[in-house]
């Protein structure tokens, strides 16, 4: 029994919305040119409404209506934005999760903006892997960065998997993306960089506040005409031998000594 | 022009012995059927090499000969190790990779092990993403670990996805997998494990050496029995609010800081 108010759901595969959804989810950079992005499952969801965003609309099954009521009863959605109501095997569908997804959100991308000085930051350069940027967001986000600049050749940041990964970091951080490295010069923090052979150790090192970590390319590191802007460079200890470690690991290391050295009182 | 010593690569999809490759390659966890794994790439056949390993066979692409001469004439190859030759379309077809694959190895893996007493050890309970867990091995490598114990429900640690992500840091790591989480007695050193709520700051702690670092599943953490066996719980500072950390992240910070303090002389 559906309620007097409840709306059919929409079933049809070919139903214009549906088709939109599917570009959007389908494509990892679909956003640049729609200026939307597909945030998908309870968890993302209630992460950029906690954050005051807003979506240009929910998108729910049958499943995932009393998720969405309880957003709209706590004020965290505007009451004014519509709800899309789907059957669960479009819904099913539409996901590319092996778990079954009853509620999404089309999210208005905020336009690019420029480089912010000043700001704790991270610099992306030329990332490949869609897991390892979102888990660079994640310690960002956690360790007290608040900017995040991905230069030209770097994952799409808003990509399904960057989300994914991202865990809901997006919203919390400002995010510029393919953007051309002389937007270094505008940040206006000393720029850290590790190297293998150069530099004091990481764990001895004293680290400025704010800063910005620029981190390179999974198989070449950060530019060398790049690597030449840093500051200071420093080196993580590695006793096993010449192992070199994924750079999102590397990123959570160096963010999490920049917070330890804040906590510390530099 | 082929030399009068070179064969005729295999270019049938039913040759027996691509039907086994395809078998490795395909299903992450044949390996445990089968006793051998692929390992694919000349990175990760330099890894294996440069720790001493000998695959059963090795498998090149016209393309990939140059290579397996130079190990053969180094000595780090044997000799008497059988190089099978495939052409380029059939070793392409082969390949998940995007970027075309020259050469691979199939390669034994030791049967399990029992779990060492007295070593530096990472403990991974049913951790999911091959990405995390090749992560994690790559920075235990690093890091000075010797031994990683996969509890049962972990991710199959000799998989593709992992073997790729891990970069090599198998071929130096004692590796024990789907076991019991009763054999955690058995490793006689200090576990560890991080919370959000207990226990000293992680920058600030006094950690033991050797230890054992426990790490839990993405969704869940440490299941709550194995969390009450942990000698010393510390925490991460996340001065960004309430984010958590990717797992593999998580990881990296805690094993460094475990190599920072055996430096500093504990």
Redesign the interface.
């Known amino acids: 029994m559906t309620s007097p108010r409840a709306p059919e759901p929409i079933a049809s595969r070919d139903n214009p919305r549906v088709k939109r959804l599917r570009r959007l989810v389908q494509d990892g950079s679909a956003y640049r040119r729609e200026g939307i992005v597909w945030v998908e499952g309870d968890h993302l969801c209630r992460a950029l409404l906690a954050r005051g965003w807003q979506p240009e609309a929910v998108v729910s099954s049958p499943a995932g209506l009393a998720w969405v009521q309880t957003w709209q009863q706590t004020g965290a959605l505007a009451p004014e934005v519509p709800v899309w109501l789907l059957t669960e095997a479009l819904m099913a569908q539409l996901s590319p999760l092996e778990s079954a997804t009853h509620v999404g959100c089309l999210v208005p991308v905020p336009p690019n903006q420029a480089v912010q000085a000043g700001v704790p930051t991270v610099v992306l350069d030329r990332l490949q892997?869609p897991?390892n940027v979102?888990?660079i967001l994640?310690?960002?986000?956690?360790?007290?960065?608040r900017q995040v600049v991905a230069l030209r050749g770097t994952a799409a940041l808003w990509s399904p998997k960057v989300l994914r990964?991202g865990?809901?970091?997006h919203f919390?951080l400002a995010l510029v993306e393919a953007v051309d490295a002389s937007c270094l010069a505008d940040l206006q923090v000393p720029l850290l960089a590790t190297s293998s052979h150069h530099g004091d150790?990481l764990?001895e090192a004293r680290l400025p506040w704010p800063c910005a970590w620029l981190l390179g390319h999974e198989g070449q590191g950060v530019r060398p005409d790049l690597m030449a802007q840093a500051a200071q460079t420093v080196r993580?200890?590695?006793?096993?031998?010449e192992?070199?470690?994924?750079v999102?690991?590397?990123?959570?290391?160096c963010l999490?000594?920049s917070?330890?050295a804040?906590?510390?009182g530099l």
């Open positions: 892997d897991g979102g888990s994640r310690s960002a986000a956690a360790f007290g960065f990964a865990m809901g970091a919390g150790w764990h993580i200890i590695q006793p096993g031998g192992e070199s470690l994924n999102a690991a590397a990123a959570a290391i999490h000594a917070a330890a804040v906590f510390r």
